[in-house]
């Protein structure tokens, strides 16, 4: 029952990418990149509650030190992308 609601959403979602004309060429990939984007938020959530209430000296954290100075939060930005962002994102377009 969660299953068909949690598709129907999502060829719905599909459908209204796939039907406006500016859409045409890119829908393909403004899909995956809104699903992969819902997925990395649920595994974030899971890890959230893994580090808080089960695993609590255990850490899911990836320090990028790219930039320096002012522009931490960009490298706070490709940490979360690379974490969370690569494996939905694989596993969508696979």
Do not use: C
Not at 31 to 50: T, V
């Amino acid at each position: 029952m969660i299953l068909d609601i949690y598709y129907s959403i999502w060829v719905d979602g599909i459908i209204k990418l796939q039907s406006k004309p500016e859409n045409k060429n890119t829908w393909k990939f403004y899909a995956i990149i809104f699903i992969s984007f819902a997925m990395s938020m649920n595994f974030l959530l899971i890890m959230f509650i893994l580090q808080e209430y089960i695993l609590k000296d255990w850490f899911y954290i990836l320090h990028v030190h790219i930039f320096s100075g002012a522009a931490s939060r960009i490298n706070d930005f490709l940490g979360f992308l690379i974490l969370y962002g690569t494996g939905p994102l694989l596993i969508n377009y696979l």
